[in-house]
C-alpha cells in the first residue's frame, strides 16, 4: 500500500488529470460491455457468461480489418458489425434455447462456447499476443492539460462512447422499439399477444448486446493487447459492474463502470498490489448496504 | 347464419397431463357477441387462451374467416386478426397509458389503421385525463379498460375478453358493458367469458354454455332467457 503516493497524486493536477483520463478510458470501455450483458440479462434473462469472448472477437476483427484496409473508421465498424453479426448466429442457433433456463445451464453452453472461440481465435490468429498500430490520425503528441497527458487517441474513445451511451438511452426510452422491449422485459407473453413477433425483439436485443461488446473489442484494440482468452478479465469486471450497478439498469452500469474505471486508475498508485481487491471489495460494500445494487430493482 | 366470422372446432387443451378442453365447438357470426358463461374451472379462460394461441390447443380448429389458425404463436394469431385481453389485465405497469396503446399499434386485416391512439381516446375519454400516468398505477376499472383499448388498437377482427368485469364496481361494470355494446354496433365480432350473468344478457348477442370443458348449450341470448333449465343445471353454483 502507498497511501503516500495516492495522496500526493490527488493533491497535484497533472497526476489527478492524467489518471482521471485513464480511468475514464478503463471506465467506458467497460462500460459499453457491461450495458450489453445488463441488457441482455435485464430483457432476455440470460446471463451470457460468454460476452467476454464477443469483445475479444471484435478486437481481432478489428486488427484484420485494419490490417487490410488501414482504416480506422473500417476496423471499428468491422469490429461491432462482425460480432453483431456473429451474436444473431449464435443467439438464432444456440442462446435461444436457454433463455430463462437454470443459470448453471447458460453456465455450461457459456462457458463452452468460450472454450470453442479461444481455441478458433488461436486457429485463425494464433495464440501471441497482438496489437493493433495506432492509426496514424490519431498518432500525435498527447494533449497537455494542467501539466497532466490526455492522447488524443482517450479523447476519441470518450467521445464514440458517450455517443453511443446517448444513442442506445435514447433508442431505449424514447422509441417505439425501446419502449416494446422494456415491455417484452417485463411480460413477453402479453407483448406477443398483441401481435409483436417477440422472436425478431429478442435476436434484436442480443444483437445490440454484442454489437456494444465488439465496438468495445474494436476500440480496445490500438491500446491493449489483442490474444486469446482477453475475455475473461473484461467479462470479470463487467459482471462486478453489472451487479453495482443493478442487474438490468443501463444507467447503472454507466455510474459504476466510471466507478471501477477510477478504482483502477486510482488504485494502482495507491494500492498497487490490491486493485483488483479494490473493486470486489467495493462490489461487497454495495450489496450489503444495497443488495439490489445503485439502480436495479432486484436483488442480484 | 351466413359464414361465421369465428368458427372453433373440437378444440382440446391441456395444462401439462391435465386436460381442461374436451371438444369445445361454437360458431360466432361476424359482428355478434358471444357470452361464454360456465362455473369456475369449467374451461372459459383456458378457451380463450387455446383460441389466442397462448395455450397451444392440443387438438381442433380455431378458423377465422375460413383461415386455421390452430397451433400458430401467439402474436400469428393477433396479426390475423383475433386480440385477446386476459383476466388478469397484464397492462404494463412502468408505461404510460399512451406508451401501452402504442406497443399494441398495428394494421388491421384489410391494411387500414382504424383505431389510432387519439381514436382510442375518443372511445375510452376516462382514458384521456391519464394518458400520461404510468399503467400501473390506474384503477382496476381504468386498467380494464385500458387493455381493451391496447387489444382494439391491432384493428382485431375478434375481441377476447376474459372476465372484463371482475372485481370491479358495478358503475365501472355498466361502463365496461356500454363500450362493449358500442364496439359491437361498430362491427367487432367479441366473444367473452364472463360468471356474471346479468353482464352477459346485458351485452350479449348469443350465448354457449361450457361444462367440465365442453359446450352443452348454444343458442341466442332470447332462448337462454327463457330456458330456465339451462341456468340451473350449469349455472347456479
Known sequence: MDLGELVSCVGSLSCLVTQVSAGLTIGLLLFLVASGLTLIFGVLGLVNFAHGTLYMLGAYFALSAYAATGSFLVSTLAGTLGVATFGLLIERTLFRRIYGADVLMQLLVCYALILIMDDVVKIIWGGDFLKMDMPDTFRRPPFIIGGGIVPLFYLVLFGVTLAVALLLALCMGRTRFGRTVRAAAVNSTMVASLGVNTNMVFAAVFAIGAALAGLAGALSAPIRSVVPGAGVSILIESFIVTVIGGMGSIGGALVAALLIGLTRSFGSIGFPLFTEGLMFLMMAVVLLLKPSGLAGKHPA | ?237
Open chain 2, 1 to 237: 347464419m351466413s359464414e361465421p366470422e369465428l368458427s372453433v372446432q373440437g378444440l382440446d387443451a391441456a395444462y401439462g397431463a391435465s386436460q381442461v378442453l374436451f371438444g369445445v365447438s361454437f360458431d360466432v357470426g361476424r359482428g355478434e357477441t358471444l357470452a361464454l358463461m360456465g362455473r369456475n374451472g369449467a374451461g372459459k379462460s383456458t378457451t380463450l387462451k387455446a383460441i389466442a394461441g397462448v395455450l397451444p390447443p392440443r387438438a381442433g380448429q380455431v378458423i377465422l374467416r375460413g383461415k386455421d389458425m390452430a397451433g400458430r404463436k401467439p402474436y400469428r394469431v393477433a396479426h390475423s386478426g383475433i386480440a385477446y385481453v386476459p383476466e388478469d389485465r397484464q397492462v404494463f405497469p412502468e408505461h404510460t397509458v399512451e406508451e401501452n396503446l402504442e406497443i399494441a399499434q398495428k394494421r388491421g386485416l384489410d391494411g387500414t389503421a382504424g383505431w389510432t391512439i387519439p381514436r382510442a381516446f375518443e372511445s375510452f375519454p376516462l382514458l384521456l385525463p391519464l394518458r400520461r400516468r404510468m399503467a400501473g398505477r390506474l384503477s382496476g376499472g381504468e386498467q380494464q379498460m385500458l387493455t381493451i383499448a391496447r387489444a382494439l388498437m391491432g384493428n382485431p377482427a375478434v375481441l377476447l375478453l376474459d372476465e372484463p368485469s371482475e372485481g370491479l364496481a358495478p358503475l365501472i361494470v355498466a361502463e365496461i358493458g356500454r363500450l362493449i355494446r358500442k364496439l359491437r354496433s361498430a362491427g367487432t365480432t367479441i366473444v367473452l367469458a364472463e360468471q356474471n350473468s346479468r353482464f352477459c344478457l346485458a351485452v350479449a348477442t348469443r350465448v354457449a354454455v361450457i361444462d367440465k370443458g365442453g359446450i352443452v348449450w348454444h343458442g341466442d341470448v332470447e332462448q337462454f332467457h327463457t330456458d330456465p333449465t339451462v341456468q340451473s343445471r350449469y349455472l347456479q353454483v
